[in-house]
């Protein structure tokens, strides 16, 4: 189930719209249409503050139950710090693998192409500087 489905199931438990839930919430009309992977960090507290019955880790990560117990309603039953620790880390580890696989990329283009170093001339694969290709 994603974070979107996870949202809609809370919604649709609360009785809710998602017009009203961004609205409560102090977030953009159409924010819950707009959820792609995850909710942005300077969301997070906005929602954690509106719905305090919500469970965010379970919104976040799925783990859990839905709701906070009503005796820790009141209370933070997790930490948010270590959570968007967690978060921000898995984000920084997936921009270091898209940027190594850039690099690569890159490696492999300039060899398709043969750029030199000064980079001022591309020549296609297969000629040779000053042979025009027929």
Known sequence: MTVKER?????????IGQAKFSSIAGL???????IVNTIGPEAQPKIATAFPDLNMAWLLTGKGEMLKDE???NQTDMDYSNLFKTIIEQKDRQIEELMDQNSRL??????MHNVYPEGTRIFPPHTSVGKSVK
């Open 71 to 73: 005796a820790n309603t």
């Open 106 to 111: 890159i490696g492999v283009i300039e060899r």
């Open 7 to 15: 949202l809609t199931e809370f919604l649709n438990y609360r009785r």
């Open 28 to 34: 953009s009309r159409g924010y819950v249409n707009n």
